[in-house]
């Protein structure tokens, strides 16, 4: 397993932004592919903080600049709907901004971050595609009071194009697909975990870290396992970022079964979530809180990678699953 884990792309560039959240992005004029009906479209998230949405608009300012306001402001006014919110949320605002060759700089006060990863993400993608509409403007770049935006190691995010960010494409929509997925879960005892590979079919829409996410709130197919995740859990949103995958979780998490051990709840789902190849380490949160711990020794806040020392040796089992909604074993 660890070998396997090896074969990952190491040419993943610094700086650059993978995102596989469920981001397919709505069309608000109605149409099911996106035509050019409008000069342009300002990207809004969706309610469940899962997408972006875009809907068409009329500017009121021919020159550039003037644009470039127009638009920044756009992002951060409210909305009239309960469909989907601005992009840029409540207590952030951009102090300034200036073009550089083909590069929208963009200096936000410190409430940038304050986001949780996943409002901080969509709401840069949204940026990114709202602005990069703008004849001239090619990239845009980040910073908060003055610093370069960071990524979850520290490193400088850098430029972002539209072409950092990962979507499911249009084409794929509501078509059916299959995959094998790695999943983890306690073994009877609660002391240790069993890997059940599944070989899922399911709705393209569907991130594969959504989908590990609520196969394993499902819990196993076998006998020999049982679920770590209470299965009243709810997931909220989940997101990768440069190799790190943000789970949010509901405070259904924390009901705590005392008789799976800790470290079985936490590497339950670091283990299934890094077998994809996209993803090295794992943050959970609780309702976006990333404050306190689990139980008593695993830091919410903390980046968790891979660890099959608690897996037991010599246990798995592959099983066949319809799809998310209505899972069945062959």
């Known amino acids: 397993m660890e070998g396997d884990k090896m074969k990952k792309s190491a040419g993943r560039k610094k700086g650059l932004l993978w995102i596989m959240v469920f981001l397919l992005t709505g069309d608000l004029s109605g149409c099911g592919s996106r035509k050019k009906d409008y000069p342009v479209y ?3 998230v969706d309610s469940e903080q899962t997408q972006t949405i875009q809907a068409g608009y009329e500017p009121q300012n021919a020159s550039v600049d003037g644009l470039i306001q127009e638009l920044l402001d756009l992002l951060g006014t409210d909305t009239d709907t309960v469909d989907y919110v601005k992009a840029i949320p409540e207590g ?9 060759q083909d590069c929208l700089h963009l200096d936000f006060n410190g409430f940038y971050d304050k986001m949780d990863p996943v409002t901080e993400i969509l709401c840069r993608l949204a940026i990114v595609k709202t602005m990069t509409q703008v004849e001239g403007i090619e990239s845009v770049s980040f910073s908060v009071k003055g610093e370069p935006l960071t990524d979850s190691r520290g490193e400088e995010v850098g430029v972002v194009t539209i072409d950092s960010f990962v979507e499911n494409p249009g084409e794929q929509i509501n078509s059916y697909q299959n995959a094998t997925i ?12 069993i890997r059940e590979t599944q070989e899922v079919y399911y709705n393209s829409n569907i991130s ?13 197919k076998s006998k020999e396992a ?6 009243e859990t709810k997931l909220i949103n989940v997101a990768v970022v ?8 509901d405070e259904n998490f924390k ?4 008789e799976i051990q800790e470290p079985v709840v936490i590497y339950s789902i670091v283990n299934s979530l890094t077998s994809l190849d996209n993803i090295d380490r794992v943050q959970i949160s609780v309702n976006g809180d990333t404050s306190g711990k689990y139980r ?10 891979m660890d099959y020392s608690y897996v037991s040796a010599g246990k798995s089992r592959a099983v066949v699953v319809e799809d998310v909604e209505g899972s069945k074993e062959n």
């Open 226 to 231: 049982q679920g770590a995740i209470p299965k």
């Open 296 to 305: 008593s020794d695993y830091d919410l806040s903390g980046m968790y990678e």
């Open 208 to 220: 594969m870290e959504k989908l590990v996410i609520e196969h394993l709130i499902s819990g196993p």
């Open 242 to 249: 440069d190799g790190s995958c943000y789970v949010n979780l």
């Open 255 to 258: 009901n705590h079964n005392y």
């Open 92 to 100: 952030v605002s951009i102090e300034s901004w200036e073009v550089e």
């Open 182 to 193: 790695d999943l983890y879960f306690a073994n009877e005892e609660g002391d240790g975990l």
């Open 42 to 44: 300002i990207s809004y």
